[in-house]
């Protein structure tokens, strides 16, 4: 019999260790090094079952970079213009895509929705439910589709006969922890068997230019679950995210080897799956007649695409001692210093005030631009007066107190402009082209300016 055969993995980062210690080198974290059995008896690759599909295979030679043909490469569309524009214009054929985020977030029916709609013959693999599980959920999404394979399968190899057989043009994974190797004898979802899988499915993907989505489950401080070595074996790496409680979904990609990383996707969940945002800026902002104090809109930008996003402030007096302060969908140490900044250059006495901050529809935004909408929102609820509706704020604020510019500037203009909105207060300093805008623009040099056009 052969010698059982373990290693120590960091279950963290994923570095291997010949014996156990306490501290992993690599990431420094305790307590996360575990003994795993490897038995890699002889190493087979997936082509190992007289697959059809290694006919398509090839065998690489070096090239001369002059000679590399620089047609774009041909992307599968998705059918779903959200996903395609994060992924840079659709699938590259042999690429590794995968899709992290919570659970019960989405991942599932956004990829079988995607599976349902294609045009091609995709093969959707689960482990994590029954083909009867499935099947009801793709029944709520979209009845009939035709090209659509269920299989419930965990083990690699099993799935690789499959796809021989049937030959798919796409292979959707859900999900890679729940994938496990005949090679590697320790469990499902540990270091080793995420690595190895992994890694079948890259040569897989790669020889038979077939694209692969994999499914990742995350981590409670919202890493994807497994070695770091995961992230950088696959081509792409998008995050699913958003609350679980609102209804708004947000896909980015957080790397992207055929497109850019700055393109975000914004779906809705809805009884029927999900539904594709093309315009998300009406979404946001909520359509009451009242006036309403505490609220100001801030001209942001997601990526590429501008969104225009509500911000809510409750300022009141402090019950306890110590103020509180809570900021949701916006840093909470940038409200911190927004506070002091208002406090010491503008002379606003917050310092003894609970101050709530909410940015609507339960997505969280790092744009610096959002800042001076921030200021106008604790402002208003402050002194209990709307702001006007028709009035937007683009700009970041500074130490100094200073109004600063912000990045494409033109771009959020011209989306407030086009939901009509009257005026929008940006940074002096910004520099756009003079007369190109019927929205009137209010430029401002310091925060203690913005109250004169507030109220
Ligand atoms: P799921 O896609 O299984 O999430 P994940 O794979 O990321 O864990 O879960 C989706 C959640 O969405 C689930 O709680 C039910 C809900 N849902 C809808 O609201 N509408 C639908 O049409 C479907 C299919 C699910
Ligand atoms: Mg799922």
Redesign the pocket.
Known sequence: MAKTKTTFFCQNCGAQYAKWQGQCNACKEWNTIAEEVIQKAEKVSWKTHDSPLTERSRTAKPQRISEISTQAEARLNTKNNELNRVLGGGLVPGSLTLLG??????????MLQIALQLPYKTLYVSG?ESAQQIKM?AE??QPIAENCYILTETKTQNIFRNIAEIEPDIVVI?SIQTLHTDYIESTAGSISQIRETTAELIKFAKETATPVIL?GHITKDGNIAGPKILEHMVDTVLQ?EGD?NHIYRILRANKNRFGSTNELGIYE??????REVSNPSEILISKNDEDLSGTAISATLEGMRPLMIEIQALVSSAVYGTPQRSATGYNAKRLNMILAVLEKRAGFKLGAKDVFLNVTGGITVDDPAIDLAVVAAVLSSNIDIAIDKRLCFAAEVGLAGEVRPVTRVEQRILEAEKLGFTSIVISKYCKIPKNNFHINIIKVAKVHDVVHHLF
């Open positions: 985020g919570e659970p019960g977030i989405g991942k599932s029916t956004l994590e959920r709520r999404i859900d499914i699913f679980r969940m809805q009884g029927r799956g999900l």
